[in-house]
């Protein structure tokens, strides 16, 4: 979550992002929250170290983290 609405903002945001490769997936998305990232690391450390990664330079209001612990569908192709 966010203060930072401007375009200027969101495009540093965007390339700040980019630069991190665990971060395979990033969403704009509406609600109390303003994105969402997909990070895949090999265990708490790796998130931690992307973690720091992500915070450095950007005044982000609210951080939270969600932890899968096992994928049980994947990839599933859309029907229709």
């Known amino acids: 979550k ?3 609405h401007s375009m ?3 495009n540093g945001f965007r390339r ?3 630069s991190i490769p665990q971060i395979i997936e990033l969403h704009r998305i ?3 929250w303003d994105y969402l990232l997909k990070i895949v690391t090999d265990g708490m450390a790796g ?5 720091r990664q992500l915070i450095t330079g950007y005044d982000l209001d609210n951080v939270t983290g969600y932890f899968a612990m096992e994928t049980i569908l994947s990839d599933r192709p859309l029907i229709g």
Request: charged share 35%; hydrophobic share 20%.
């Open 2 to 4: 966010t203060r930072n």
């Open 16 to 18: 700040h992002v980019e």
């Open 30 to 32: 509406g609600g109390d």
């Open 47 to 51: 998130y931690d170290k992307v973690y």
């Open 8 to 10: 200027d903002w969101s």
